[in-house]
Nanobody, 123 residues
């Protein structure tokens, strides 16, 4: 089992940047796919970005390609999401999540979730 704690959310103006971090507990951190997912107001939860078990492959939602970068530091048990050139429609609660499946894009297939961190982008 793994426990996840996010940090780094907040209020930023459109065009600004934020970096989200997620600290994970557990000795088998490298065996999980890690993802950042979000839930905007009145919307379903969806995948923003994922990084596979080895860290060698990533995948992004079309709406964030070229703006967001996911990375993991296995030795530190952390995963981060660098968000640049933010827009108002990026406003959401962002969740760090871990899955036993490799490179999974479906939110319901993530097994462990953090508590979420609010990102608000003002226009």
């Amino acid at each position: 089992q793994v426990q996840l704690v996010e940090s780094g959310g907040g209020l930023v103006q459109a065009g600004g940047s934020l970096r989200l971090s997620c600290a994970a507990s557990g000795r088998t951190f490298s065996s999980y796919t890690l993802g950042w997912l979000r839930q905007g107001p009145g919307k379903e939860r969806d995948l923003v970005a994922l990084i596979n078990r080895s860290g060698g492959a990533t995948s992004y939602a079309d709406s964030v390609k070229g703006r967001f970068t996911i990375s993991r530091a296995t030795a530190k048990n952390t995963v981060s999401l660098q968000m640049n050139n933010l827009k108002s429609d990026h406003t959401a609660v962002y969740y760090c999540a871990a899955s036993h499946y490799n490179s999974v894009e479906v939110p319901r297939l993530y097994h462990y979730w953090g508590q979420g961190t609010q990102v608000t982008v003002s226009s």
